[in-house]
């Protein structure tokens, strides 16, 4: 009964490589974000979708693109990694986008090869 | 720009005491304000909230204060039990930034018998 799954919950991949990772909420909320938390610890917001519309686009490469195929799923695919994509990547789901909490996945760790 | 600082990175407390956890903030615009707690290997799971209109917010063991003025708020945990041993992590959200949270760096919290 987990509430925002991601999976994998590690990759380990060679540079140059395409990989994607899946995120799924059964919350029954209606936006979802993904985040990055680098090597200092970080977490910083890459990108929101709400109802399955694009909201929030960081400056991300744009070898990074999230897709929602609906409400309760939003991916993240990578082209072409790089050594500095190497991080943990959290999804997560709030109700609203305004003074409601974020629950979040528990993390996908990405190592770069 | 940082603008959501945990300065303590780390707060060791003896069981039963009492744990405050500081976090400053630089951006006045922020209105509704968060904290996290994450275990090793796990996402970051919400614990209190407060939003700018209130000073105070109580859930259990756990109080959020928030200082305007100074812009500070503070987590207290009474009383602390071993397994509150965790990272937190304090956030911000400004209502217009659609969902954007900003993260500070963590303070782990270590609870000892």
């Known amino acids: 009964d987990t509430a925002v799954s991601q999976t994998p919950k590690y990759l380990v991949t060679q540079m140059g490589n395409d990989k994607s990772i899946k995120c799924e909420q059964n919350l029954g909320h209606d936006t979802m974000y993904w985040y990055k938390q680098d090597s200092k610890k970080f977490l910083k917001i890459m990108f929101s979708y709400n109802n399955k519309e694009l909201i929030i686009n960081e400056t991300v490469p744009n070898r990074f693109s999230p897709k929602s195929p609906d409400k309760a799923h939003l991916n993240l695919h990578i082209n072409s990694l790089e050594l500095g994509d190497s991080a943990v990547y959290f999804c997560a789901s709030s109700q609203g986008m305004s003074f409601q909490p974020q629950h979040f996945g528990d993390g996908t760790r990405l190592s770069i090869l | 720009d940082q603008q959501v600082k945990q300065n303590s990175p780390s707060l060791s407390v003896q069981e039963g005491r009492i744990s405050i956890l500081n976090c400053d903030y630089t951006?006045?615009?922020?209105?509704?304000f968060l904290w996290y707690k994450k275990y090793p290997a796990e996402g970051p799971t919400f614990l209190i909230s407060?939003?700018?209109?209130?000073d105070k917010n109580e859930d259990g063991r756990f109080t959020v204060f928030l200082n305007k003025s100074a812009k500070h708020l503070s987590l207290h945990i009474v009383p602390s039990q071993p397994g509150d041993s965790a990272v937190y992590f304090c956030a911000a959200n400004r209502g217009s930034t659609l969902g954007r949270l900003y993260f500070g760096r963590g303070t782990q919290l270590t609870v000892w018998p």
């Open positions: 951006n006045s615009m922020f209105d509704y």
């Open positions: 407060i939003s700018s209109i209130k």
